[in-house]
């Protein structure tokens, strides 16, 4: 491309849909946006940053790394969904004082075999609202164990 009038020369590759995700980490904005677009390529971009993200703010993620096994697979929105939830997740935990891990455990559900549900993650969330609005009463601690009887808590909020 030529240069017109000493302006600088303009990158081809800037103007590519989802370029806006090759030099920065994306917002949680940009990664609703793209959940939402019909473009594959934006779709890529827009998972491959989110996954950058997720491996620079939890690296044991298990969405975190390259798990791409075919090239004909394009991410569908869900797949960033999934990556922008991690993200927002692991960054809960940290405003926390809690490990990713240990946020994650606070909703596995013992009741279905330590599995993360849906029911789970609501349990979580009323217990770390009830800590964090002083509802629990003295030393009390939130915890959560993979058997509903007995065994080592595998997280824990408070002191």
Request: charged fraction near 35%; avoid cysteine.
């Amino acid at each position: 491309m030529a240069q017109v009038d000493g302006a600088p020369e303009e990158d081809p590759a800037e103007n590519e849909p989802g370029s806006e995700f090759e030099h920065e980490d994306p917002t949680d904005e940009q990664l609703r946006e793209a959940e939402q677009s019909p473009d594959p390529a934006v779709r890529w971009r827009a998972y491959e940053a989110g996954k950058r993200e997720l491996a620079k703010v939890d690296p044991s993620s298990p969405n975190a790394g390259d798990d791409i096994s075919s090239p004909e697979w394009a991410p569908s929105g869900r797949d960033i969904e999934r990556v922008r939830n991690d993200i927002a997740d692991a960054k809960t935990a940290k405003a926390l004082g809690l490990t990713p891990e240990q946020y994650r455990d606070l909703a596995r559900d013992p009741a279905h075999g330590g599995q993360i549900t849906r029911g789970g993650l609501q349990e979580r969330d009323t217990a770390i609202m009830a800590w964090k609005t002083g509802q629990l009463k003295g030393r009390q601690r939130v915890r959560r164990t993979l058997k509903p009887t007995s065994g080592p808590p595998t997280a824990r909020i408070g002191t």
